[in-house]
């Protein structure tokens, strides 16, 4: 099946500092990706879809300041969380969908905010 | 997306088929049926889906009623690497929505 990568795995930061996931296609381009965020012993919760060039669609609630996507070519789409805090301590997901049919998953990134 | 609703846990012997139920009673004309299923501390991993036939590949079977308001996942047989959380999704063409999911566990 198709490939989604998520980079890093696992990222530690401080309070207050912002942090960078990366989410690629690495055998096919996606146009439209999806970022989920998910707690501990909760399902996964959509927080945002990623268009190619142009500007992602946030679920509601979800603050689009906080949390910015960017999604500048068929490949590759990133999320920054600015200013973090321990309460957005999460694993952060994304997915693409290919063909219109399923949807294929990254590894998915541990974000601990100490 | 219509809404689904999976029991919320389910054990199943190593070997055996293990049978997933889901219903999905609102169910438009023109959505798909699909599962997927979550290993701890890994991103979701597709399994299968379907509209209206029952829908089999080398991971699993799927079994729609006729009036597509359930389906059953059946994994044939088990093993340990099965255990997971299972989600059944309904939907288009766009965003996956997750419900709560059924976690299956594989005993020994």
């Known amino acids: 099946g198709a490939v989604v990568s998520q980079h890093p795995s696992r990222v530690i930061c401080k309070s207050g500092t912002s942090v960078k996931i990366e989410c690629r296609s690495l055998d096919f381009q996606a146009t439209t990706m999806f970022w989920y965020r998910q707690f501990p012993k909760q399902s996964l919760m959509l927080m945002a879809t990623?268009?190619?060039?142009?500007?992602?669609?946030?679920e509601q609630g979800v603050e689009k300041d906080k949390f910015l996507i960017n999604h500048a070519s068929l490949t590759l789409s990133t999320l920054t969380v600015t200013s973090a805090h321990p309460e957005d301590s999460s694993f952060y997901i994304c997915?693409?969908?290919?063909?219109?049919?399923?949807?294929?998953f990254g590894q998915g990134t541990r974000l601990t905010v100490v | 997306d219509a809404k689904t609703t999976q029991p919320t846990s389910m054990d199943c012997a190593e070997g055996r088929a293990a049978n997933l139920p889901c219903n999905h009673s609102t169910i438009s004309g023109n959505e798909y049926v699909y599962w997927y299923r979550q290993i701890h501390s890994q991103g979701p991993q597709y399994i299968i889906h379907?509209?209206?036939n029952n829908e089999t590949n080398e991971m699993a079977s799927l079994i729609i009623t006729e009036d597509r308001k359930s389906s059953t996942l059946i994994l044939p047989h088990a093993t340990l690497r099965d255990t997971a959380v299972y989600y059944c999704?309904?939907?288009?063409?766009?965003?996956?929505?997750f419900g709560t999911g059924t976690k299956l566990q594989v005993i020994p």
């Open positions: 990623s268009n190619e060039g142009s500007k992602a669609t946030y």
């Open positions: 379907g509209l209206k």
């Open positions: 999704i309904v939907g288009g063409y766009q965003k996956v929505t």
């Open positions: 997915s693409a969908r290919v063909g219109g049919y399923e949807a294929f």
